[in-house]
């Protein structure tokens, strides 16, 4: 867990949401298609608070939790900034394994939105998950972001001195296996974990959910730069038409594993 507040403390992760849009704009379509019109919410692994500044823009109760005591602080800082802190029942630093200061059923909706991507252990998978289903409340629907493990194998196909040790065949068969990644050039992303995407809804309904939709929060994550630019020089409702386009197509299962992160929505049960 130290190796992780390292990252994050050094790392700007309300950048990088500013950076990639798209991820931050699927996601937040198909959480407002799904969450009732108010209630209480847990933003479980929320890092700087992204997320639960805007759900507390839209007038929910909100309780955000991270590992990283620096994310914590900017999150209350940009609360406060915001005039938005009545909306805030509390700013923890906490392991998603364990939320020991929250009771059991507090929470009509819950998100978690970073943290199965540093579980690299099975069971502390389902401890994570486990706390989620302890803390929603029955009927309460659940967000979880996971990242497809084919979408690592073909990043580092792609580029893959920019993704040691996966510059070689032997290394990527392994994590083809294993899901476990652990970066070889210091400072770079933590120990992480990929799930293959035929396993996701079944490990969320071992934990004590019914599956609604598993989505792709970031198919343009297969355009590169120049693409981008490309699209960007003909003009701002050319980028809007294909960031509503990649919205439509986020739930068609056959472009899952080209998606950076996907995004699990379920109801407990």
């Known amino acids: 867990m130290s190796k992780i507040i390292n990252y994050y403390n050094q790392f700007d992760e309300w950048g990088r949401l500013e950076r990639e849009p798209i991820e931050f704009q699927v996601n937040w379509h198909y959480i407002k298609k799904y969450l009732p019109q108010s209630g209480r919410i847990l933003d479980n692994g929320a890092g700087p608070g ?123 068969l392994q994590f083809s296996q294993s899901g476990c990644f652990n970066h070889a050039d210091e400072g770079r992303f933590t120990g992480a974990y990929y799930f293959n995407i035929e396993d996701i809804n079944p490990f969320m309904e071992a934990q004590g959910f019914e599956t609604l939709d598993l989505i792709g929060s970031n198919a343009g994550a297969i355009l590169n730069n120049d693409s981008w630019n490309y699209w960007r020089d003909k003009g701002e409702q050319e980028v809007k038409k294909i960031i509503d386009l990649i919205k439509e197509k986020a739930t068609d299962p056959y472009i899952l594993g080209i998606s950076s992160h996907l995004l699990y929505i379920g109801r407990k049960k």
């Open 50 to 172: 992204k997320y639960s500044l805007e759900l507390a823009k839209d007038g929910y109760k909100v309780t955000l939790t991270d590992l990283t005591p620096k994310l914590v602080e900017i999150a209350k800082s940009k609360a406060k900034e915001l005039d938005l802190e009545r909306q805030f029942d509390g700013f923890y630093t906490a392991d998603a394994r364990e939320l020991n200061m929250i009771k059991d059923e507090q929470f009509d909706s819950s998100l978690m939105l970073g943290p199965m991507y540093h579980l690299q252990k099975e069971n502390d998978r389902i401890m994570a998950v486990k706390e989620l289903h302890r803390v929603t409340r029955k009927n309460g629907l659940v967000f979880v972001a996971f990242m497809p493990r084919i979408r690592h194998i073909l990043t580092s196909l792609l580029s893959p001195e920019n993704w040691k040790p996966n510059n070689n065949m032997d290394t990527i």
